[in-house]
C-alpha cells in the first residue's frame, strides 16, 4: 500500500505547479492593466485640472463697489451715562399733626409754590390768637408807661419831683419796648408754623409716589417725608470718557464754543435728546482711568429720567474736505491698510496703499492717497489681486441689473458702465 502511495506523488506535482504560475500569471496581467488605466486617468486629470484652475483664474470676481466721496467728516468721543436730576427734593413735614389733606396726583407735574398737603392747622391757629392777644397787652402797658415818662418830664422841669423817679420810668419804657418786640417775634412765629402747616412745592418738578396717606400724624422728623419732587426740566447726565481723550477735549473746551452732546438709548440706537456740555470734573478716577463730565438737556419732551442709562455721543471737531469711504472696503495685511480701486474702463483693480484717519459708524476717513469720486471694491475682495479682472454687480448700494432695467424703461440709451 505505501508503494502504491510513492508511485503516484509524483504525478500530481506538475498538476499543481502549472495551477500556481496561471493564476500568478493572471494576477500580473491584471495589475498591469489597473496601473495603466490609473496612470492615464491620472494624465488625463491633471492636463483637464490645469485648464479648469486657469480657467477659474481668467473669470472675473464678482464685486460690489463704492465711490469714494468728499466731505466733511465729524469727530465724535462716546461714553456711557446716567441720567440725573438737576434738583431732587424731599417733601417733609416742619411742624407736627394730623394730614388733613392731600392736594397732588402722583406722577403729577408741579410748580414751585403749589401746594401739595395741608396739617391741621387749628392748634396753630390758637397760637396764633394768644400770641396776638399778649402783643395788644403788652403794647397797651407800654403806651401807658409812655405817657408817665412824658408827665414825668414836665414835673421834673418845673422841679416838682425827684430825677430818680423820671430816670425810673424812663427804664420801665425800654422794658416795655423789649417786651412788645418779643411779642411781635411770637406773633410772626406763630404766623411762620401756620403756615407750615400747608406744604408746597419747593421746587418745580414731578412729584413721585405718596409715602404717607391722608388721616396720618406727621412729625417734622419722619425720614421718609411726604413725596419726592424731582427737576426733569432741564436734567442733566454725568458720563465718562477715557483718560486719553482728556488732552483732545481740553483744547476744544479752550475755544469756548459750546460742545454738543447727544444721548442715545441703551442699545445706542434711539436718538433720546441734544444738549450740551457743561462741566468737567476736576480729577480723573485711578480706578478706572477715566473722567467724569456733565451735561444738561433741556428735555421738553420729557424723555429722559432720572438714573436713566444712557449713550453720550460728543462732537469733538470736524475735518473739513476729508475723503471718506465705507470700512468694508479697508482691507489689511503685514504692510499696513489698502483698498481695490477699481479701473472701469479696464475692469480691473489696483491695489493701492492708505493712511487711514478718525473712524466714525460704518465710514472711515482717509487722509492721503485716496481722491473722491474713485471706486472702490466692497465685496468680493476674497480672490482679488493686482490686476484682476471684475464684473460689478453693484455700485454704491444699487443692483447693476437694476440700473440697466431703469435705464431701458426710461429709454436711456447710454453706456451701461
Do not use: C, W
Not at 102 to 126: H, M, S, Y
Not at 278 to 283: H, K, P, R, V
Amino acid at each position: 500500500m505505501n508503494k502504491n502511495n510513492n508511485h503516484k506523488l509524483p504525478k500530481r506535482r506538475p498538476f499543481a505547479l502549472l495551477i500556481s504560475l496561471f493564476i500568478l500569471a493572471i494576477v500580473g496581467i491584471g495589475f498591469y492593466f489597473q496601473h495603466s488605466v490609473a496612470t492615464s486617468d491620472d494624465t488625463k486629470h491633471k492636463s483637464n485640472g490645469g485648464k479648469h484652475n486657469r480657467d477659474d483664474e481668467d473669470k472675473p470676481s464678482v464685486v460690489s463697489v463704492e465711490t469714494t466721496s468728499k466731505t466733511d467728516f465729524p469727530l465724535y468721543l462716546n461714553g456711557l451715562g446716567t441720567v440725573t436730576a438737576l434738583r431732587t427734593v424731599t417733601v417733609r413735614p416742619r411742624v407736627d399733626g394730623e394730614l388733613v389733606r392731600v392736594a397732588f396726583t402722583e406722577g403729577q407735574t408741579v410748580k414751585e409754590g403749589d401746594l401739595l398737603a395741608e396739617i391741621d392747622p387749628r392748634p396753630f391757629q390758637i397760637q396764633l390768637q394768644q400770641t396776638e392777644g399778649q402783643l395788644l397787652r403788652d403794647e397797651a402797658l407800654l403806651k401807658n408807661a409812655e405817657i408817665d415818662y412824658t408827665r414825668y418830664q414836665t414835673l421834673l422841669a418845673q422841679d416838682s419831683i425827684a430825677a430818680q423817679q423820671t430816670v425810673t420810668q424812663e427804664s420801665q419804657v425800654k422794658q416795655y419796648h423789649g417786651i412788645v418786640e418779643m411779642d411781635k417775634a411770637q406773633v410772626n412765629n406763630a404766623k411762620l408754623q401756620l403756615n407750615y402747616a400747608h406744604l408746597t412745592a419747593p421746587i418745580s418738578g414731578r412729584v413721585g409716589l405718596r409715602q404717607i396717606d391722608q388721616g396720618n400724624i406727621v412729625h417734622a422728623n419722619d425720614t421718609n417725608g411726604l413725596v419726592v419732587i424731582t427737576q426733569l426740566q432741564p436734567i442733566n447726565v454725568v458720563f465718562t470718557l477715557p483718560e486719553d481723550t482728556i488732552q483732545a477735549l481740553i483744547q476744544r473746551k479752550r475755544s469756548n464754543e459750546s460742545i454738543s452732546i447727544t444721548a442715545y438709548d441703551r442699545a445706542g440706537k434711539t436718538k433720546l435728546a441734544d444738549g450740551k456740555l457743561l462741566a468737567i470734573d476736576n480729577q480723573i478716577d485711578p480706578t478706572t482711568g477715566t473722567l467724569k463730565l456733565k451735561a444738561q438737556f433741556d428735555n421738553n419732551d420729557s424723555v429722559l429720567f432720572a438714573n436713566q442709562f444712557v449713550n453720550i455721543k460728543m462732537h469733538l471737531e470736524t475735518l473739513k474736505d476729508v475723503t471718506q469711504v465705507s470700512s468694508a472696503a479697508i482691507q489689511n495685511d503685514t504692510q499696513g491698510a489698502f483698498v481695490y480701486v477699481v479701473s472701469p474702463a479696464e475692469k480691473t483693480v489696483q491695489v493701492r496703499r492708505v493712511t487711514l484717519g478718525a473712524t466714525e459708524g460704518d465710514k472711515v476717513a482717509v487722509i492721503n492717497n485716496l481722491a473722491p469720486n474713485e471706486i472702490v471694491v466692497l465685496e468680493g475682495v476674497d480672490r482679488l489681486h493686482e490686476g484682476s479682472q471684475i464684473d460689478i454687480a453693484k455700485k454704491d448700494g444699487q443692483s447693476i441689473a437694476e440700473v440697466i432695467d431703469k435705464k431701458a424703461k426710461s429709454g436711456d440709451k447710454s453706456p451701461k458702465h
